[in-house]
């Protein structure tokens, strides 16, 4: 070999080596991200939370999986199994037909606490002779409650229907696009485009999609995606709020021109419109069963057992009490017994160590508090002066 040849020779062994040395680095660091990956994944469902399978309802909008294993410990710990309706409840019996039935949000929901400790398992054992059916999930609006009765109604027959509402669902009505339908005298006949949650687009399917099979992302969504979601509903509606304005000048004009045909269509603007949406919601359910009311209101727990009611909260139960008022339904509200047993004990019924004490949802000893509620206001219903 001459020397040329092998000055060549030399100048590329080093290099050839240079180039086939990171790959095995490449796959050895790719290994490492899918074990560490796996390893967060086993950690989070072991521990934390465990992914979030859905269905989707073509009224309901989104539920849990029905006959699902579920796990959650970012409010409260619970671990539970969904019934064949898709309800943090035990499986509804065969041929049942006299139940109660209660209705609701993520208060009834209750992923917060463990299926032993929640309002259905102490009224189970206060009551062992009468049958009793949560139909909860977070974040549905009392416009949706007739429709929820129905479904769960393909399954069981039910005597009492006992809606637990909070100060949020104020928000869930006036933030809605339903159109009120009202008769020549004012009073509401008909709601149309009820709130109702439809598949959002292959891009948000495709990240249920991983929030159905990864806790990891399931965490991503609970953190993050409902956040941002919070914030845009906040923006939509501030969008909503201008195109009132704006519209207020031909508002008069459509409504004489309604006026002439005897109904006209509006959405909600403020509480005497919740008042009447409501009143409109319980005489609607009335069709299918007698109707109590239970209101949940957010108190503030402070030093020396004194505690006090949150203004948008105590804004809410005058509206929804001046509604039970004049629907005639039997309602009690929760403002009472939840101060009374913060002064008899020192712990607040709401909240959590993992997000604070006196915060959030309803803990084991407020949801004492919600089933004996539930068993007054069923045996002994009162219906709320008007205070309208």
């Keep these: 070999m001459t020397a040329p040849a092998k000055i060549v020779e030399v100048l590329r062994r080093p290099r050839a080596t240079a180039l086939s040395a990171p790959i095995p680095r490449l796959a050895t660091l790719l ?10 994944e086993l950690a989070l469902r072991l521990l934390v939370l465990s992914p979030s399978p859905t269905v989707t309802d073509p009224v309901l909008g989104r539920l849990l999986k029905p006959n699902t294993h ?51 398992a102490y009224f189970r054992r206060q009551n062992p002779d009468r049958a009793i059916i949560a139909a909860g999930r977070a974040g549905l ?3 949706s409650y007739d429709d929820l009765a129905r479904y769960v109604a393909r399954r069981a027959g039910f005597q009492q229907i006992v809606v637990v509402l909070n100060s949020s669902d104020v928000k869930d009505i006036l933030e809605s696009d339903v159109q009120v339908q009202r ?14 949650q439809r598949p959002e687009g292959i891009e948000a399917d495709a990240f249920r999609f991983l929030v159905s099979r990864s806790s990891i992302f399931a965490l991503i969504n609970e953190k993050f995606i409902e956040t941002l979601k ?9 969008i909503r709020t201008l195109r009132r304005h704006l519209a207020s000048a031909t508002a008069t004009s459509a409504a004489d021109q309604a006026a002439g045909s005897g109904s006209t269509a509006a959405t909600p603007k403020g509480l005497p419109d919740v008042v009447d949406v409501t009143e409109f ?6 069709r299918q069963a007698a109707v109590e009311v239970v209101y949940v209101p957010l108190l503030v727990y402070r030093s020396g057992r004194t505690v006090d009611e949150q ?21 009690v509200a929760l403002n009472e017994p939840l101060t009374r047993v913060f002064q008899e004990t020192g712990e607040p019924p709401n909240g959590f160590s993992n997000i604070g004490l ?16 539930i068993a007054d206001v069923v045996d002994h219903p009162s219906v709320p002066q008007s205070g309208c």
């Design 31 to 40: 290994l490492a991200a899918i074990a560490a990956t796996a390893a967060v």
């Design 70 to 120: 579920y796990r959650q410990s970012a409010e409260g710990f619970s671990s539970f199994t969904t019934n064949a309706l898709g309800f943090n409840d035990a499986p509804i019996p065969a041929g049942e037909k006299n139940a109660i039935l209660v209705l609701g949000d993520s208060y009834i929901e209750a992923q917060q606490v463990d299926p032993a400790d929640n309002f259905l």
């Design 141 to 143: 609006s009392p416009l």
């Design 183 to 196: 008769g020549p005298d004012g009073k509401i006949v008909s709601l149309a485009n009820r709130e109702q």
């Design 230 to 238: 919070a914030n845009a509903a906040a923006f939509r509606e501030g």
């Design 281 to 286: 919601l319980l005489s609607e359910l009335k």
């Design 311 to 331: 203004a948008d909260s105590a804004a809410a139960r005058r509206a929804f009490t001046c509604a039970a008022a004049r629907s005639m339904t039997p309602m």
């Design 358 to 373: 006196g915060l959030g949802h309803l803990n084991a000893l407020g949801h004492q508090v919600l089933a004996r509620a």
